[in-house]
Protein backbone atom coordinates (compact mmCIF):
# COMPACT_ATOMS: atom_id res chain seq x y z
CA UNK A 1 0.00 0.00 0.00
CA UNK A 2 1.58 3.57 -0.75
CA UNK A 3 0.85 6.55 0.60
CA UNK A 4 0.72 9.91 -1.30
CA UNK A 5 2.90 12.65 0.33
CA UNK A 6 0.52 15.72 0.48
CA UNK A 7 3.05 19.21 1.16
CA UNK A 8 1.24 21.73 3.49
CA UNK A 9 2.05 25.12 3.18
CA UNK A 10 4.17 26.82 5.85
CA UNK A 11 2.72 28.65 8.41
CA UNK A 12 4.05 31.88 7.47
CA UNK A 13 2.42 31.81 3.88
CA UNK A 14 -1.08 30.61 5.76
CA UNK A 15 -0.92 33.69 7.57
CA UNK A 16 -0.41 35.67 4.75
CA UNK A 17 -3.51 33.98 2.95
CA UNK A 18 -5.60 34.83 6.49
CA UNK A 19 -4.80 38.21 6.47
CA UNK A 20 -5.69 38.70 2.80
CA UNK A 21 -9.25 36.62 3.40
CA UNK A 22 -9.44 38.99 6.05
CA UNK A 23 -9.15 42.31 4.31
CA UNK A 24 -11.28 41.26 1.40
CA UNK A 25 -14.04 39.90 3.79
CA UNK A 26 -14.02 42.44 5.93
CA UNK A 27 -13.70 39.36 8.94
CA UNK A 28 -11.83 40.25 11.99
CA UNK A 29 -8.63 38.16 11.02
CA UNK A 30 -8.05 36.37 14.49
CA UNK A 31 -11.98 34.99 13.42
CA UNK A 32 -10.00 33.24 10.14
CA UNK A 33 -8.48 29.74 10.46
CA UNK A 34 -6.79 27.80 7.98
CA UNK A 35 -8.33 24.64 7.78
CA UNK A 36 -6.17 22.41 4.93
CA UNK A 37 -3.41 23.31 2.52
CA UNK A 38 -2.07 21.75 -0.36
CA UNK A 39 0.81 22.63 -2.76
CA UNK A 40 -0.41 22.77 -6.38
CA UNK A 41 2.85 22.90 -8.23
CA UNK A 42 6.60 24.11 -7.27
CA UNK A 43 5.76 27.79 -6.46
CA UNK A 44 1.72 27.69 -5.61
CA UNK A 45 -0.03 26.76 -2.68
CA UNK A 46 -3.79 26.57 -2.29
CA UNK A 47 -4.96 26.97 1.47
CA UNK A 48 -8.32 26.44 2.54
CA UNK A 49 -9.68 28.97 5.38
CA UNK A 50 -12.85 29.00 7.65
CA UNK A 51 -13.37 32.77 7.60
CA UNK A 52 -16.13 32.84 10.69
CA UNK A 53 -17.98 29.59 9.20
CA UNK A 54 -17.61 30.95 5.67
CA UNK A 55 -15.33 28.39 3.79
CA UNK A 56 -12.69 30.44 1.35
CA UNK A 57 -10.22 29.18 -1.02
CA UNK A 58 -6.66 31.28 -1.18
CA UNK A 59 -3.52 30.64 -3.53
CA UNK A 60 -0.50 32.00 -3.15
CA UNK A 61 2.92 31.85 -4.62
CA UNK A 62 6.36 31.18 -2.36
CA UNK A 63 7.34 34.43 -2.38
CA UNK A 64 4.60 35.23 -0.46
CA UNK A 65 2.41 37.01 -3.29
CA UNK A 66 -1.37 36.01 -2.78
CA UNK A 67 -3.05 35.34 -6.27
CA UNK A 68 -6.28 34.27 -5.55
CA UNK A 69 -9.10 34.70 -3.06
CA UNK A 70 -12.32 32.98 -3.39
CA UNK A 71 -15.09 31.63 -2.04
CA UNK A 72 -15.21 27.66 -1.79
Known amino acids: MSRTKVET ?3 DLQLLCANAVAKASGVDSTKILPVSSSKLDSKTYQVE ?3 GGKKT ?3 VDTEGNVTSVEPA
Do not use: E, V
Open 9 to 11: APA
Open 57 to 59: SCL
Open 49 to 51: LDA
